[in-house]
């Protein structure tokens, strides 16, 4: 019987065949903690009196949601990531490095692994055929320490993506209408497998928005088949090596197959307080803007800042608008400043900020006021999300974001391209 | 084990995320039990945490829990001493999290439609069932493997446990 992607990664990863709806114990390749996640895992690997990491070298501790620390508290916390790593030989990603997913789609993350992360967006590195899932703190000290966890192989839905994808949308746009389709909870536990003529054409940055976002309909991963764009990320990357042709049997069984033709989708908007509240362009236009927010796991990436920059250039934010930009790691940094990206960015008002998760996670640099709206090309606009309860987050693409931070109000990204 | 809960019934909607149980603001600062339980459903609901006693339960709809894999959100219910979760359905990791810290979370679509806020209710964890003056509702009974970590507290006491019968 043939299998999707993630019964032939977990099957490698429990040593015997598996299916879906099968609990196993997986060998686990890639673990990861954050520093809000983090001092909680290593509390409990420490009380469960694990003694030493089953893989030091894949064992990662990521400096990111609160780099560089604004607080004494925070500073508390990264120092006891750095004597944990310090201690047991992991690896550490420290302040300025840039935002964990990131960081282990560049360098990291090999087709065919198994990665656990204590956060939800670890579901990012399965575009490159990895089973990548998020699970708290617990767990994953379980994983450094044991060097495996407990799972159940998910059902997979399939989507199969047709047509060719409108100019001025792009795969945010995508993401955002299937799971306005499909709602907040519409993938609970399964795998999301995305495919089709749309995912061959698209550019491995464009896959990781995908599977960064399947998690917001309730998916424990996201995952594309490997190919030669796969094998290119990988090469200039510096480790070509590491490409493994990953992908399902043709008579792999799936619990749910979505068709969908994407030469109709607009660009889409997220509006407050789920990312399934997703509306077209036509619909959202207008909406006045306070902040406008460029970066994130999301959408933080090279081809995004390339995006946004384009509709930038010469240009100007509106006034009234605070327009935050930043890098998602310091190899996209670095890209963007010889690139002269950063250059564009300033020169049009707005603040470029040092990698890491920025004002996403509400602890930092940009928290709202009251009554305030953001755009942000970030993954999550729930209530409270960017550290004030009060406020209203909209989601969009970079070069939705970009168009509004010029307008001052939620504009069509299609006509400044 | 024979274990009962008896507790009042809070009653929310559907998709309650881990940011409005316990904001990414206070996952580097807090981290008392105590403290914790303080802030638990604040963005939700500010009297929650001031209300809800020992035993109570909270009562949702659908995807409890979506959003980060924060396991504070699980950890500061315990603390603030709820008895069970019951929802519609619940988000994946927010129920491994649940599991994780030895906190009840039972999907029972039935119970969730009938319970109400100021509900007096009363859960057999052992024969699964809910009963109410609004009626007794069954629940399918935890997967041996997993009574086994909500027995021995969690898993942290789960897996010492383990490593001390090795050792």
């Known amino acids: 019987m043939g299998k999707t992607i993630a019964e032939k990664i977990l099957s490698e990863h429990a040593g015997k065949d598996v299916k879906s709806g099968d609990l196993i114990i997986a060998r686990v390749d890639v673990a990861m903690v954050q520093d809000g996640t983090g001092p909680l895992a290593v509390e409990a690997f420490n009380r469960m009196k694990l003694k030493a990491l089953a893989n030091p070298e894949r064992s990662i501790l990521f400096i990111d949601h609160a780099a560089p620390s604004p607080r004494k508290e925070l500073s508390n916390a990264h120092k006891i990531l750095r004597e944990f790593a310090d201690k047991h030989g992991a690896v550490l990603s420290e302040v300025g490095e840039g935002i964990c997913h990131q960081r282990l789609i560049e360098d990291f993350v ?67 209408y299937i799971i306005g389709m499909i709602g907040a909870d519409g993938a609970t536990y399964k795998a999301m497998e995305f495919e089709g003529e749309v995912i061959e054409n698209m550019t491995m940055e464009a896959r990781f928005t995908l599977t960064n976002m399947a998690v917001e309909a309730g998916a424990k991963t996201g995952l594309i088949a490997t190919d030669e764009t796969t094998r290119a990320y990988l090469r ?7 490409f493994r042709e990953i992908k399902p049997d043709p008579d792999a069984i799936y619990e749910k197959t979505y068709e969908i033709d994407v030469s109709g989708i607009e660009p889409r908007v997220s509006f407050p ?20 927010y460029i970066g994130t796991c999301t959408n933080g990436r090279i081809e995004d800042l390339r995006i946004a920059a384009e509709i930038l250039r010469g240009k100007k934010v509106a006034k ?41 996670v509400g602890i930092h640099q940009g928290v709202l006021a009251d009554g305030e709206k953001v755009l942000s090309t970030q993954n999550r606009n729930f209530k409270g999300r960017m550290g004030n309860p009060n406020a209203y987050i909209y989601l969009a693409s970079p070069a939705t974001a970009a168009a509004t931070a010029i307008k001052g109000e939620i504009a069509d990204p299609r006509e400044y391209l | ?83 069970a979760v019951i929802a519609k359905s619940f988000a994946r990791i927010f129920f491994r999290n649940a599991i994780n810290n030895g906190l009840l979370a039972i999907q029972s679509e039935e119970t969730s439609r009938a319970l109400e806020t100021g509900d007096e209710i009363e859960i057999d964890v ?7 003056a609004k009626g007794t509702f069954s629940f399918p009974p ?12 969690g898993l942290i006491p789960y897996i010492r446990e383990k490593i001390g019968r090795k050792g």
């Open chain 1, 110 to 176: 090999k087709p065919g692994d198994v990665v656990v992360g204590a956060d939800s967006h670890t579901c990012t590195s399965g575009a490159l055929g990895a089973f990548a899932t998020g699970m708290g703190s617990t767990d994953v000290a379980i994983a450094f320490g044991l060097g495996k966890v407990w799972m159940k192989v998910p059902e997979t839905h399939r989507f199969v993506l047709k047509g060719k994808m409108p100019s001025g949308v792009f795969s945010k746009d995508l993401i955002l």
């Open chain 1, 236 to 242: 200039e990357r510096n480790r070509e090596s590491d």
């Open chain 1, 273 to 292: 307080h789920t990312v399934d509240n997703t509306k077209p362009i036509s619909e959202a236009k207008g909406v006045k803007i306070d902040q406008v």
């Open chain 1, 320 to 360: 009234g608008v605070r327009l935050i930009v930043i890098p998602a790691s310091r190899n996209v940094y670095l890209k963007a400043l010889k690139e002269g990206l950063l250059e564009v960015f300033v020169e049009a008002g707005g603040a470029v900020l040092s990698p890491g998760c920025g004002p996403c």
């Open chain 2, 1 to 83: 084990m024979g274990k009962i809960i008896r507790g009042r019934v809070f009653k929310y909607g559907d998709d309650i995320n881990t940011d409005v149980i316990f904001p990414g603001k206070y996952t580097y600062s807090i981290t008392d039990p105590a403290e914790m339980a303080k802030h638990a459903l604040e963005d939700l609901d500010p009297e929650f945490a001031k209300k809800a006693k020992p035993g109570d339960v909270i009562v949702a709809g659908k995807n409890f829990g979506m959003g980060s894999s924060r396991e504070q959100a699980a950890q500061c219910l315990v603390a603030l001493g709820i008895g």
């Open chain 2, 126 to 132: 052992e024969k699964g069932e809910i009963r109410s």
């Open chain 2, 142 to 153: 935890l997967p041996p493997s997993v009574l086994e970590i909500f027995e021995a507290g």
